[in-house]
């Protein structure tokens, strides 16, 4: 599976953007799909991540900000990301999980998210 983002660019603090991740593949097969982020200097986080059961998880920081949802036709995957901050600036990375015996992952180009004050 090859993974395609997009959507990311520079916003002001408040201001809103939606990433897409698009799947070469079938994303509903996956066991989940993901959204990660890395800022300079600091470790790559889950952000959100969704499972092929829809429940959808979020990391304390984007809840009540942040939505993730998948569109299975269109093998697609989106971050609705409102009352962006400073603090989310970083490169996002969408992921795919997918259980078969092991864990498999794949991971999309990383999309540049720049939230100013």
């Known amino acids: 599976v090859q993974l395609q983002a997009s959507g990311g660019g520079s916003v002001q603090a408040g201001g809103s953007l939606r990433l897409s991740c698009a799947a070469s593949g079938t994303i509903a097969s996956m066991n989940a799909m993901g959204w990660y982020r890395q800022a300079p200097g600091k470790q790559r986080e889950l952000v959100a991540n969704i499972t092929s059961g829809n429940v959808t998880n979020y990391v304390d920081s984007v809840k009540g900000r942040f939505t993730i949802s998948r569109d299975n036709a269109k093998n697609t995957v989106y971050l609705q990301m409102n009352s962006l901050k400073p603090e989310d600036t970083a490169v996002y990375y969408c992921?795919?999980?997918?259980?078969?015996?092991?864990?498999?992952?794949?991971w999309g180009q990383g999309t540049q998210v720049t939230v100013s004050s």
């Open positions: 992921n795919a999980l997918l259980w078969v015996v092991v864990a498999h992952e794949f």
